[in-house]
């Protein structure tokens, strides 16, 4: 935010700690533990693990010896990266951090402050339904107008994978998904020579959403893989267990940013903002990835938004 | 009454166009399009229209300023948005092509070709896939000037009749794509509006059959 007065800016900044600590007691009253984030990462890691975030996006840096290591350009990443090597058996951590990412646009580099909440180790959905209620409660206290959209990293991995069909398809379904584009849809599935069950759900895959009884309902024609059956039933599951349904939306066509996530996928919404104003997901697979199997789940939000709409709304 | 919607409309040609298929698909009931208001309220429908140079229209759906808006999928690709797609029109159809000089050859190879658009990124992205490097140019208008004045070997442009390029003595040398109106939406409106958008969009959808 930009002022021209010093006593309205020293005023607004005030208003901005006074909710950062708020925020922070909430948080931590719920038994989430503040945790401090690196800047960096190792390049090549990262590229391995996020194959959809272009390379020419990261910041990268260069030390004497020709190492590169890229600025973070996402927490969840750098904080397995920390917790993995120390993990015990039957560990169970709450944690949350506030930190920057960095993004390479054209001709600038953007920071991006995130607020964001992960619990590890954690059986069953505890994690789901403990991070969503935080985050629903919070978004109660400060009166912020939202809705959920969710959907399954499971479900759709598993389907694309059914698909069997090589990488530049399969990414270019992601995108024509991500665009709500039902033409180019079709027409990337019409030109695949092979074709199965899956092809078709694929195809169809832009109207299974609403509420879950609706998804459900629309799907019921279709026939499920036993991988994708428990995956839209564990998805059925947490939503029970939230019981907000009208502020939750089901979108089995969701594609999460990164790879890493392999259960439940969200995007949070709110009428001021163009963009989501918090992501996450389950991310276990990013966690196996660095030697080690810990149930994992979490979100972030984009802080200076979320701190404007509490600022603006009070 | 129904929830109340903010659509952006292009100006220009296609505005016409698009229009007459709102009237089409009864989304427009009764609305005086002969003003010269930026601004105007179908009150029997709820429906705001915004009339905005069609380059811009992404911007105000993107930023959630108008629910859903109608645009070319050139100026969709051009600008690369984040926005839903939701249906292509019909309306406003054409291609965009690579024209020039009829002897021009495309593909020399290692040399660089010099290519005049108003479309720099969708000129970047197909000279590379076809692996041809390229110096491009950016222009505003009058694209078909460049060829002729020896200011590019060739230009990437939208043709609708080709009339334009046969009186400058130019030709279509390669197709690009083809391209129509395209109803977009909001990402973030989408979410809170879902029921009042699918509603318009079933009634687009069966105004096409």
Known sequence: ?314 | MNEPLTIALPTGRLGQQTITFLQKAKIISSLDTNSRKLKIVDQEQNITYLFIKPTDIATYVEKGVADLGIVGKDTLLEQNKQVYELLPLGIGQCIIAIAGFKNTILKPSKETLIVASKYPNITKTYFKSINQPIQTIYLNGSVELAPLMGLSDVIVDIVETGSTLKANNLAVLETVMTVEATLIASKTNYQFKYERIIQLLSKMKEALL
């Open chain 1, 1 to 314: 935010m930009d002022f021209t007065n010093i006593i309205e800016e020293m005023r607004y900044i005030k208003k901005r700690n006074q909710f950062i600590k708020e925020l922070e007691l909430f948080i931590e009253l719920r038994g989430f533990t503040k945790v401090d984030v690196d800047f960096f990462e190792p390049y090549d890691k990262f590229v391995e693990q996020n194959k959809r975030i272009k390379r020419e996006s990261m910041v990268k840096i260069i030390d004497p010896k020709g190492r590169i290591s890229i600025l973070s350009p996402d927490i969840t990443t750098n904080i397995i990266e920390q917790v993995v090597y120390k993990w015990v058996d039957d560990a169970a951590v709450k944690l949350f951090y506030d930190a920057y990412t960095f993004r390479q646009t054209e001709g600038n580099i953007e920071e991006k402050r995130q607020f964001g909440i992960e619990q590890l180790g954690y059986q069953g959905y505890t994690a789901e339904i403990d991070v969503l209620s935080t985050v629903i409660s919070l978004l109660k206290e400060y009166n912020i107008d939202y809705k959920i959209r969710l959907g399954s990293g499971a479900f759709i991995n598993s389907l694309l994978k059914e698909l069997d069909w090589d990488k530049d398809t399969i990414n270019q379904i992601k995108n024509a998904l991500q665009a709500k584009n039902e033409q180019a849809l079709s027409k990337i599935i019409d030109q695949q020579p092979l074709k199965n069950g899956s092809s078709l759900i694929v195809r169809n895959l832009l109207k299974f959403e609403g509420t879950m009884e609706d998804v459900l309902t629309k799907l019921a024609s279709y026939t499920l893989s036993s991988d994708l059956q428990v995956s839209l039933n564990s998805l059925e599951d947490i939503i029970k267990k939230l019981n907000n349904p009208s502020r939750l939306w089901v979108d089995l066509s969701l594609i999460p940013e990164f790879d890493y996530y392999n259960g439940l996928v969200l995007e949070g919404y709110t009428k001021s903002l163009s963009t989501p104003l918090f992501l996450g997901g389950r991310y276990d697979k990013l966690t196996a990835q660095y030697g080690k199997n810990i149930n994992a789940f979490g979100i972030s939000f984009d802080f200076q938004a979320l701190i404007k709409e509490v600022t603006s709304n009070e």
